[in-house]
């Protein structure tokens, strides 16, 4: 499979590794997938870059592909193989016209109606391949996008050989609202595995720490490894950006939560252990709200079983307290983890 070149740190990288996502992807080209895929994963652990691949993974097998990112830049918010250019351009121009919405949803809505128009059009195999698109549409549209999505495979406008619909996003809140119908296959995807984040440490330019410190700061973020590249490997230059919204949110705790969330620094089970144990419907409600606002705030993600068939590419290990990966839940990367802990450090002494 060719591997497709994108942006990393100011420069262009190959797309490595992920090897064990992109053999599943041969699997869904050769099955096709029977709801739409949804792919839920950290912030920056690399979705895009992941989609962007599948794009020309399909295409070189032949498949009618559509890729949508409404929310990135106007050149790369839609991208099409060259068959479907001309139905693409019409469909666009039609979405935008009827746009109620801003550009963002329509844009999910257009690429939409080009699969449709291509099943029309007699395209036996088809991908659509969707970006970001429950944050263009908002919460409370992502559901019935979803399910938008499961009628063009369940019942679609013309027969077909295959359709995969491959859908990521980052966002914590949705996936339950998502996750509550039988509409979607969700997946997990974590961040890289350490092999695959050697290769991209070794593609930026030094001088640089040991790849040890760059794996125990990001966890195998790639996003994360980038920003600490660009702020010159100062860790706390990197935390400060997300600190300052973090202590908003500290700063409204209950001492029962500043409590259990000081303790989940350590050991981020201790949130589900200690929601579990409470015994007050009061605390119960304390710790489960304290909980969904860390969902909320992308600074923890909610763990599938580590089994391979719930995730994208390789699962991460069933625990691993030093990069901040409980069995319920885990801290997006160990720099999430530090900017909670310096919230709390800064709260507690002002
Ligand atoms: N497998 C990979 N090979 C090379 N570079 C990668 C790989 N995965 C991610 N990257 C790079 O790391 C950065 C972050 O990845 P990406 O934007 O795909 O993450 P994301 O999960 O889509 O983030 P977000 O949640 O913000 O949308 C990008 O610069 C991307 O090009
Ligand atoms: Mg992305």
Not at 14 to 24: H, K, S, T
Not at 241 to 264: S, W, Y
Not at 323 to 332: E, V
């Amino acid at each position: 499979m060719r591997r497709i070149r994108i942006p990393f740190a100011g420069r262009e990288v190959e797309f490595v590794d992920r090897e064990a996502a992109l053999r599943q992807l041969v699997e869904l080209a050769e099955g096709g997938t029977w709801w739409p895929l949804v792919v839920y994963g950290p912030e920056g652990c690399g979705k895009t870059a992941l989609l962007r691949q599948a794009f020309e993974f399909f295409r070189g097998l032949g498949y009618s592909a559509v890729y949508v990112s409404p929310l990135e830049e106007e050149a790369e918010r839609l991208v099409v193989t060259e068959d479907l250019k001309g139905i693409a351009r019409r469909a666009l121009g039609e979405a935008l016209k009827a746009a109620v919405h801003p550009a963002a949803a329509a844009l999910a809505e257009a690429a939409i109606a080009i699969v449709v128009r291509a099943l029309r059009k007699g395209k036996e195999r088809v991908a659509l391949l969707a970006d970001d698109v429950f944050q263009a549409v908002g919460v409370d549209r992502a559901e019935l996008l979803v399910k938008t999505m499961l009628n063009l495979i369940e019942y679609p406008p013309a027969r077909y050989e295959k359709i995969v619909v491959l859908v990521a996003s980052s966002e914590g809140v949705t996936r339950e609202r998502v996750g509550r119908h039988r509409w979607a296959e969700i997946r997990a995807m974590w961040n890289m595995p350490r092999d695959g984040f050697a290769q991209l440490y070794e593609q930026l330019p030094g001088p640089k720490p040991p790849l040890d410190e760059a794996w125990r700061w990001t966890g195998g973020n790639p996003e994360t490894l980038e920003r600490l590249y660009r702020v010159g490997w100062n860790v706390d230059d990197a935390v400060v950006a997300r600190v300052r919204d973090v202590e908003a949110f500290v700063d409204r705790l209950t001492p029962l939560q500043r409590a259990v969330l000081g303790d989940a620094i350590g050991d981020v089970d201790v949130l589900v252990a200690r929601l579990r144990e409470a015994e007050k419907r009061e605390e119960k409600e304390e710790l489960g709200a304290l909980i969904d606002r860390l969902v909320e705030l992308n600074l923890i993600v909610y763990m599938h079983e580590r089994r391979q068939y719930l995730w994208l590419d390789v699962p991460p290990p069933e625990r691993d307290p030093e990069l901040g990966i409980g069995r319920y839940y885990a801290w997006q990367t160990p720099l999430h983890r530090e900017a909670v802990r310096k919230a709390l450090e800064k709260t507690a002494t002002e």
